[in-house]
């Protein structure tokens, strides 16, 4: 290596060094912007009408999936797209949050209604085949999905005014009456 060249290299790299040092972003702490960013969102399933048929509607979530958050969805409703899409709901709307309790192969849903009136009318729609099975099936559904191989998943919903002793209680299970539901493609596979 030439003279000139022993002393130029480490000159370049200390200009180099220099220059990269100083481009002109100034030099920040700790900001602080909320929670971390997990970059991926659930799917969960929910079951909603569409011609009076069960159809299966896969739907994205940013919370971790399990039974609690799959009922909380079904109870939502379609969203503005699913509307669009012909799907409904004959969920009735609970005066609190559903109480969700799981135990292996067993799931129990607590409904609670603040008046007679609100019971009895949720009562009509519940004891519809059809409305039934859109809970019956995403609890299952959601179930299954938390413990795959878990088998048939039976699932228990029980309604009542006020907190009280239920006064109305129905029983169902993730066998024939959800394999046969039909299904909405994915949001990524629709065509747009």
């Not at 004891?127 to 959601?142: I, P, Y």
Request: proline content about 7%; some cysteine; charged content about 20%.
């Amino acid at each position: 290596m030439r003279p000139a060249h022993r002393v130029a290299r480490p000159a370049l790299l200390v200009a180099a060094a220099l220059l990269l040092c100083a481009c002109g972003i100034p030099t920040t702490g700790v900001v602080d912007s909320g929670e971390p960013a997990t970059g991926i969102r659930s799917t969960i399933t929910v079951y909603f009408l569409k011609n009076r048929v069960l159809t299966a509607v896969p739907r994205k979530v940013a919370r971790r999936t399990d039974v609690e958050a799959a009922v909380a969805a079904v109870f939502d409703g379609p969203d503005s797209s699913e509307r669009l899409e012909g799907l409904t709901t004959g969920l009735p709307a609970p005066a609190n949050d559903p109480t969700v309790r799981t135990e292996g192969a067993r799931v129990r849903i607590e409904l609670d209604f603040a008046t007679r009136p609100q019971f009895s009318a949720a009562l009509k729609l519940l004891s519809r085949r059809f409305s039934l099975s859109q809970l019956v099936c995403t609890a299952a559904g959601a179930r299954q999905a938390e413990e795959p191989g878990i088998g048939t998943v039976s699932v228990t919903v029980t309604a009542s005014v006020g907190g009280a002793e239920p006064r109305w209680s129905a029983d169902g299970d993730s066998g024939t009456r959800c394999s046969h539901a039909g299904r909405i493609p994915d949001a990524a596979s629709r065509p747009g």
